[in-house]
């Protein structure tokens, strides 16, 4: 049976988290399909073509797609989906927003989130704020599936060779459209991608005290993120919350400074390799986590470990 | 116009949930149940759109045994008028779920239907969207705003490189990210007052919906324990074991 995996991108440079997609649909098995859907993004199509075992690219490429809007895209993954046994996409926002209308559009259950692929019909996925991992089989015809990206290794961007068509199908609505978008500007690595990641929280005082965590993320080459704490007080902006209901990351170093450690941030980040926590509270749960742990005030800590580095 | 808010009944999200010894499922005996906060955010932007007179009637609806009675009667305590309890055995998956939704939808013909994004105890982030492809509604999933306007609605969605808008003709469906609004508390003769409240009671049978299951659950295991780490004394010593001893610097 032959795989759908839908490209994540923004009309210019593919996202890694596809790459990581293609390696959940290899473990899966059989011939893999991209569906590259957008609006000017020959580019990514291109780009795709180069990955590490795409059998063919399928270029969807009109203003209809440009925005991603679920009601167009979940309509034409749908279309397009039935001739396949597996439909997957990454579990970005994109991905979680038009996926579940693929799923019910085709009849079929969703498995969200997969972190493994056990068999081409079982995978396993946390639940409860991933305190506790599910094993699933399904029995549909067609599985949609969305994958978290930080549990796969991403398959070679390069050395691929295949062939791109265009999709002449064009699904559009009156129903949706979209008006703006506010995008947070960054220099930093992206914050799913990054190997390293500094995160703040309510510890962290006030918005400008995150400037001491961004000299420290530059010496380290590491994104900045931050706990629901920090985001609600209005120190930082909401993109950059890791947790359950925000980002997933699992980096090779994770800084956790100023931040206890609810269930709800651990499971955005506990899949770290190394897991570093500042605080000055020797009882916080962040403790019980961390590889490495510094009981200290972060306003002393932070100067001192730009100084180091 | 009429909001109907879907709320589901969950573990209390500050409960560390344990796995049964036979790894059938996570243990639910005894725990303390909750409303599931997202759905206790979307009871709240309903309710505020009826005090500012855009909505004249908010109807919540759950699906699950007689103890979502429970739930329901927290968001009548909340400010809704009335309640729908879909009587099921056990909790259906999303696609289910959706169905008996949308059979409720056509029933009330509501212009807004406002869902949590996802629960906090199968964590699928599936339902509001499948309800808005099985009735061709349009979606503002992970919404931070609404802006109500003349039969459309303007929904500010968190994205992953920040925030986009979009505009929905109505009837329209939200699913509410955290950041909608802070969820009121329900004050004691509210929820007195939440007791005389309708509450109606029908079955998935009735809505001509099947619940059966094609994803099965195999296993539940506990996620891998980390080992236990060091503390270390400052921050030359930090430095000095993130390179030498983790290598990671």
């Known amino acids: ?309 | 116009m009429k909001i109907l808010v879907a709320v589901k009944r969950v573990i209390d999200y500050n409960v560390k949930v344990r796995v049964k010894a036979d790894q059938s499922d996570v243990d639910l005996a005894n725990v303390k149940m909750a409303l599931n906060p997202f759905c206790e955010i979307a009871v709240e932007e309903a309710v505020r759109l009826k005090e500012k007179g855009i909505a004249d009637e908010v109807v919540v609806v759950s699906i699950g045994p007689k103890a979502v009675q429970e739930q329901l009667r927290t968001a009548l305590a909340l400010g809704a008028d009335r309640a729908i309890q879909v009587e099921t055995d056990d909790m259906p998956d999303s696609l289910a779920v959706a169905k008996i939704l949308k059979g409720v939808v056509e029933k009330e013909e509501p212009q807004l239907v406002i869902l949590g994004k996802q629960a906090i105890d199968s964590d699928n982030n599936q339902t509001g969207q499948m309800l808005g492809a099985l009735t061709g509604m349009p979606q503002g999933t992970f919404a931070s705003k609404v802006d109500m306007a003349e039969g459309s609605v303007n929904v500010t969605r968190e994205v992953d490189g920040g925030l986009q808008t979009v505009k929905l003709q109505l009837p329209a469906i939200v699913t509410t990210d955290l950041r909608l609004n802070e969820p009121r508390y329900a004050s004691l003769p509210n929820i007195m007052k939440a007791k005389r409240k309708p509450l109606d009671v029908t079955t998935a049978d009735e809505l001509g919906v099947n619940v059966s299951r094609t994803v099965k659950l195999l296993k539940v295991e506990p996620p891998a324990e980390r080992s236990a780490g060091v503390k270390v004394a400052d921050v030359a010593e930090l430095v000095d074991k993130l390179k030498n001893e983790a290598k990671v610097l």
């Open chain 1, 1 to 309: 049976m032959s795989i759908l995996v839908i490209a994540e991108h923004d009309n210019k440079e593919l996202n890694p988290a596809t790459l990581k997609t293609l390696a959940a649909a290899k473990a899966i098995g059989g011939d893999i399909d991209v569906l590259v859907a957008g609006e000017g993004c020959q580019a990514v199509a291109d780009e795709v073509a180069k990955a590490e075992g795409v059998n063919k690219v399928r270029l969807a490429d009109n203003a209809a797609y440009g925005h991603f809007l679920a009601e167009n895209l979940g309509t034409l993954v749908a279309e397009l989906g039935k001739d396949y046994g597996h439909i997957l996409a990454p579990a970005t926002t994109t991905g979680k927003n038009f996926m579940p209308r693929v799923a019910a559009l085709l009849d079929v259950a969703q498995v969200s989130d997969i972190i493994a692929v056990e068999s081409a019909d079982t995978f396993k996925r946390p639940i409860y704020a991933g305190n506790a991992i599910a094993t699933v089989q399904s029995e549909d015809a067609i599985k949609v599936i969305t994958v978290r990206a930080t549990a796969f290794d991403a398959v070679a961007a390069e050395g691929g060779n295949a062939s791109v068509e265009a999709v002449d199908t064009v699904i559009d609505n009156d129903k949706s459209e979209f008006v703006g978008e506010e995008l947070a500007e960054s220099e930093r690595p992206d914050l799913t991608a990054a190997s390293v990641v500094i995160s703040g929280g309510r510890g962290m005082q006030n918005g400008e005290n995150f400037h001491l965590l961004e000299k420290v993320a530059d010496k380290l080459g590491a994104a900045v993120g931050a706990s629901r704490a920090a985001v609600d007080a209005g120190f930082v902006p909401n993109d950059m919350q890791v947790g359950q209901t925000g980002k997933i990351v699992a980096p090779e170093l994770y800084i956790a400074v100023g931040i206890s450690g609810a269930i709800q941030h651990l499971a955005g980040m506990k899949d770290s390799k190394v897991i570093v926590a500042i605080n000055k509270d020797e009882e916080a749960p962040i403790f019980q986590v961390a590889d490495y742990g510094l009981v200290a005030d972060l306003f002393d800590v932070l100067p001192e470990l730009e100084q180091a580095l």
